[in-house]
Each structure stands twice: as structure tokens, then as C-alpha cells.
RNA sequence: CGGGGCGUGGCGCAGCCCGGUAGCGCGCCUGCUUUGGGAGCAGGAUGCCGGAGGUUCGAAUCCUCUCGCCCCGACCA
């Protein structure tokens, strides 16, 4: 392709909105353009890398067994009010009605209506297994669309859906699709982890999330480099690192006026806050309940809702009420309240309220001095151990690019997919659910690879293998040269792109920089006479003398590798 | 849903407090010169100052309402 035939407007200035440098660098190199509040305009640039990753992702889909289909964006509301999400989901579902009234809405997701295509058409055993995929649009009504690209109200995604006769046909789609998404990642040039994620209101047994490290991923993951453990902190569990006291602290009420958060106590008595309880009054549906962490730990509600179901926090008078004290002096000793506690609280002597106004109690055993049902109740964080193996693990900020879910019948139970096996006995459907964010590909791509001057794409998802740059078009045979070996290039199956513009070499190197196609040929009048056009290196910066002769095989050769 | 910020030529911004002819840089158009990292000179075009009301002789500027966009937190099927 020509430049002077292709729309790339490129801006020598951020627009202000832009944060995040995916979507900084996208904007500037004429990639998107922004309609609205999340919604995205993908330029020609663009279109091209979006294609590329596709390609990528049918080529693997396809090797698995998949086999695409298109289901409509449009869906009736009645096969959602069947599976209960009609209700269950807020505000964030685009909700309209067609002329005759009748409720529809745009899909968040497909599995209600491939759940209702497999309903209608399988009906044996014989029928199973299946992949169904599609790479369609779907619509969420984001609260707040942020980081350009990254989270949108408009996206594609290749969404698939898996469907068994039981939970082995489950485990070998999903292992299936894990291997694939290995694979299509990789292809796709990018740092990831598999990682062990919540299935949250998709429901079901188990979950994945494929996750590309970032400073803007909005998931926050814990990893540990000995065993490879790796898991979302919604879910993550971890032993917080146990700390010991050299003295022996016996058991008394100290006075503490005035100080009721564990920081304001422990910076009062110069005591680290690892060595206080953190005593939550909520309120379940069996009545009230203490949740206890260690002071320098955060409750992690998913983990204590997983436990005991619905709770909230008790109001001011609700807590004076059933302790007899207020918030900030309330603690485990001394009443006889259900106790759920964080592991980490099980060895050690703590600080913690007295249930006394203006007290805290030193020298708790949690032994001795309170029973409660133990269990893994606080957020994993840095410094924390690895429950499997010990080992110091990480923390760090990820991008989801894909997940894998195993659903079970939590959709073909309500939509009555079910198949006859064997004996004739009619049973639900297995299935599984598996998507990846073709943008969020794209988006993470430019956030692991890019630097000061601009993007510098992976090879696989470049929208142009190679930039072709004469220096000055005046000159014959720059010129000549340049279009040479652009048809040579052509010729060779690689895809290039050609800066014909008349324009000074300042602005070409630095758009070529911006736009960030890997490799550059730089064809200068100086280094012509001698013989040669340069062959540089987008990423490395490092520049190589070829007769323009060996340009095409030179770069099918880097293609390849 | 809480908190904060911003809307002024295509882009980045100043002007607003203290009301009085709408400015700067970049980009764009024409001509000449230039050509290895966003050129120089000369000339030129482009603004319902987000929108609606109000105050005033006069509003980009003050007041009220509204719409849009961004950021932080919460939420995220």
C-alpha cells in the first residue's frame, strides 16, 4: 500500500483525553478515533492489525475442532428472562423495543442464544460434542469506558461455546481451548499468564483468565515465581508473612481514649499493626457475626461472601446494640459471637478492642481466648507467602485479554438444552464458554511494546511487515529504486508500505517511528550512490547496509524467524 | 454510585478572577527556496468560545440550568 493512498492521520500532539499509552500512541499514530464515550472508529492502520489478530485466532479455533458461526447482536428479551440475567443484570445491558413493543436487547454476551440454538437443534449424544465460535460485536453500557480501546461499550469478540455429554467432555474443550489460547497469544507477540479467576455471575465450576502484565490492566494478579501459582486476587489465596514478638505479653485491658482504627491505635502505642485483630461487626442472614483479619490485612468480601453468603455492615446503633460498645473498641474476647478469622490470625498474640469504650485488650490468644471457624479470609497482597509453596510472591497490574469458563448446564438447565443418551434417559447439556478480546490483544500489544517515538508491534499483528521510506522522491533513483523494491517486496508475498509522500525525511522517520512497523528500508540518495539502501530495525534501532537486490529475501528471511 | 477536572479554528493551549474588536504554537492552502530525524521566507483560509436561559449599554469572561468528555474510587456477566 501507498501512504499517499491510505488514511493515516497522524498527530504530532497527544489529545488531551488520552491517558494510557496504548491509547496516547493509537491516537497519534492514526489508528482509532473516538464517536462518543467508548466507542471507537478504527482506522485503516487499525483495520489492518484487528484482521491480522483474527486471522491468528480462527487459524487456531479452527485447529481445535471449532467451527465459526454468526449469532446476531440483536437479542429477544425473553431468552435472557429465561436464564434469570434479564433481571439479574443492571444497567450495564442496552435495553430497547422493536415496533410491536416487544423488549430486546444488545448482546453483552451469547450464551442465552447459543444455548437456545443448541436447544433447538441437539437432541442426541450423537451430536456431541461441539465448539461453536464467532468474533461478533457485543455492548456493554460501561459505567465509565476508560483507556481508549482497552474497555469500550462497543467491542468485538471471539467468543466460543463448547458443548458435552458430561464433565470429562468439558475438561478435554476447556483444556483444548487453554492450549489455543496459549498459542494465539504467543503468535500474537505478547508477555501473559494463565491465571485461576472468579467465575463471578457467569456461573459455573471453574474459571481462567489469560492476563497480559500492564500498568493499566484494570485485574490485579498474584504470582509466584517457584511453584507458578497465579491467580487473580478476587480469588488468590495467601499466608501472610508471620511475625513474632521477642516479649511476653500477658493478658489486660489497656487504655487507648480515643483511638479506634487499628492505625490510629498502633501508631498511639507504637506497636506494628500485624500484631492487631481488625474485628468487623456484619451482619448475615443467620443474624451477626465477627470477620476478623490481622491489622495490616484487608478483608476481602468475595472470599467471606463465598463462605457465609449475603452480608452487610452493621450500622453505628446496630454495633452499640449487640456489643455494648462502639465501632473501634469492639473485638473477639469476651463474647460469645459467631467468629470467622483469617488464617493469619491463627498463631501469635494480638492487640483488639476490649468491648469497653476507651479500651483495647493486649495479650490475645487466639486459642485461649476466642473460638472461631477459620479460614483464607483476607486479600492476597505483596509480601504475603504462597500457600503452596512459601515463596515471597508478586503482585502485579494485568490487562484480561481472554478467559475460559466451565458453565456446566447453569444455561442449558433453564433453556432446556438437553440431549437423549445412550439408554434414552435425557440429560443437560455440558458447556463451556471461552472469549478473548481481539482489541484488548492490540491494546496490550502497544502497552508491552513501544517506546519514547511511538508503537513497535509485534511482527505477527504489524499492520505492514515493512515501511519502504525513499528519503527524497526528487531524486530518480531513489525513487526508482523505491519502487523497485516495492513490487519486489510484493512479489515475495511480504506486505509493505511504501511513504511515497513528497514530504521531508524528518517527517517520514518520525511517522514511521509513530506507526510502528518493524522493519524499515531507508533508501537515501548519499547511501544509494554507494550501492545500498539501509534495512533498520524498528525495535533495535540497528541499521544494516544490503544491495537493494537482497531486500526481499533479507527480510523474508526476519519474517520467518 | 461517590470525588475531582476540562469543553475557545483540525490538534495542543492562553484569554475568564477584574465584562469592552478572540489570540498563540502546530497543522492546513499558495508561491519560492530547501531535502538523512516533524525546514525557511512571503502570503492566505478557518471560530454560534459545548448548548439554553438570565444579568448588563455590552458576556468567551458574571449567574442558573443543561449536554459532552477525561481522571480517581466503587462496580465489572
Not at 500500500?1 to 483525553?17: G, Q
Not at 478435554?172 to 455471575?201: T, W
Not at 502485579?396 to 443418551?421: C, Q, R
Not at 533508501?523 to 530495525?537: A, D, M, N, R
Request: aromatic share 8%; hydrophobic share 35%.
Amino acid at each position: 500500500m501507498r501512504f499517499s493512498e491510505i488514511f493515516i492521520p497522524t498527530l504530532r500532539e497527544a489529545p488531551a483525553e488520552a491517558e494510557a499509552v496504548s491509547h496516547v500512541l493509537m491516537l497519534r499514530a492514526g489508528y482509532v478515533r473516538q464517536l462518543a464515550s467508548g466507542l471507537y472508529i478504527y482506522l485503516p492502520l487499525a483495520q489492518k492489525v484487528m484482521q491480522r489478530i483474527n486471522k491468528i485466532i480462527r487459524e487456531e479455533m479452527d485447529a481445535i475442532g471449532a467451527q465459526e458461526i454468526t449469532m446476531p447482536a440483536l437479542h429477544p428479551a425473553d431468552i435472557w428472562q429465561k436464564t434469570g440475567r434479564w433481571s439479574a443484570i443492571g444497567d450495564e445491558m442496552f435495553r430497547l423495543k422493536d415496533r410491536g413493543k416487544r423488549e430486546m436487547c444488545l448482546g453483552m454476551t451469547h450464551e442465552e442464544i447459543v444455548t437456545w440454538l443448541a436447544s433447538m437443534e441437539i437432541s442426541s449424544y450423537r451430536n456431541l460434542p461441539q465448539i461453536w465460535y464467532q468474533i461478533q460485536s457485543k455492548f456493554r453500557d460501561e459505567e465509565r469506558p476508560k483507556s481508549g480501546i482497552l474497555r469500550t461499550r462497543e467491542f468485538t469478540m471471539k467468543d466460543s461455546y463448547s458443548f458435552d455429554r458430561d464433565e470429562k467432555g468439558l475438561e478435554e474443550n476447556y483444556q483444548k481451548h487453554a492450549r489455543a489460547y496459549h498459542n494465539i497469544f504467543n503468535r500474537c507477540g505478547l508477555k501473559f499468564y494463565q491465571v485461576e479467576s472468579d467465575p463471578g455471575m457467569m456461573g459455573g465450576a471453574g474459571a481462567h483468565e489469560f492476563m497480559a502484565p500492564s500498568p493499566v490492566g484494570e485485574d490485579t494478579v498474584v504470582l509466584c515465581r517457584e511453584c507458578g501459582y497465579s491467580a487473580n486476587t478476587e480469588l488468590a489465596r495467601s499466608t501472610p508473612h508471620a511475625h513474632h514478638i521477642e516479649e511476653e505479653w500477658k493478658l489486660e485491658d489497656i487504655s487507648t481514649p480515643q483511638k479506634r482504627t487499628v492505625t490510629e491505635v498502633s501508631g498511639f502505642l507504637k506497636i506494628n499493626p500485624q500484631f492487631f485483630i481488625k474485628s468487623l461487626l456484619l451482619i448475615g442472614t443467620d443474624g451477626p457475626f465477627l470477620a476478623l483479619v490481622r491489622g495490616d490485612q484487608e478483608l476481602h468480601e468475595k472470599k467471606l461472601h463465598k463462605l457465609v453468603g449475603d452480608f452487610r455492615a452493621a450500622e453505628k446503633a446496630e454495633i452499640k446494640e449487640i456489643l455494648g460498645v462502639e465501632a473501634g473498641f469492639i473485638g473477639p474476647y469476651g463474647n460469645t459471637l459467631k467468629k470467622i478469622a483469617d488464617i493469619s490470625l491463627k498463631e501469635g498474640v494480638y492487640i483488639a478492642g476490649a468491648n469497653k469504650e476507651g479500651f483495647h485488650t493486649k495479650g490475645i490468644n487466639p486459642h485461649i481466648h476466642f473460638d472461631a471457624e477459620w479460614h483464607d479470609i483476607h486479600t492476597a497482597k505483596e509480601g504475603d507467602r504462597c500457600h503452596k509453596c512459601g515463596t515471597e510472591i508478586q503482585v502485579e497490574k494485568m490487562i484480561e485479554i481472554g478467559n475460559i469458563f466451565k458453565l456446566g448446564t447453569k444455561y442449558s438447565e433453564p433453556l432446556n438444552a438437553v440431549y437423549l443418551d445412550e439408554n434414552g434417559k435425557e440429560v443437560p447439556i455440558i458447556m463451556g464458554s471461552y472469549g478473548i478480546g481481539p482489541a484488548r490483544i492490540a491494546a496490550a500489544a502497544v502497552e508491552q511494546n513501544h517506546d519514547k517515538d511511538g508503537i513497535i508491534w509485534p511482527q505477527s499483528i504489524a499492520p505492514y511487515d515493512v515501511e519502504v521510506i525513499p528519503l527524497n522522491i526528487d531524486d530518480a533513483d531513489v525513487k526508482s529504486t523505491a519502487e523497485i523494491l516495492y513490487t519486489a517486496l510484493k512479489e515475495s508475498g511480504i506486505e509493505a508500505l511504501l511513504d511515497d509522500r513528497d514530504a521531508r525525511p524528518g517527517i517520514k522517520f518520525k511517522d514511521a517511528d509513530l506507526i510502528g512497523i518493524p522493519w524499515q528500508v531507508i533508501i537515501g540518495k548519499k547511501t544509494l550512490q554507494e550501492g545500498f539502501v539501509e534495512l533498520k530495525s524498528r525495535r533495535t534501532k540497528e541499521t544494516e547496509k544490503i544491495a537493494p537486490p537482497d531486500v526481499a529475501e533479507k527480510i523474508r528471511e526476519l519474517l520467518v524467524n
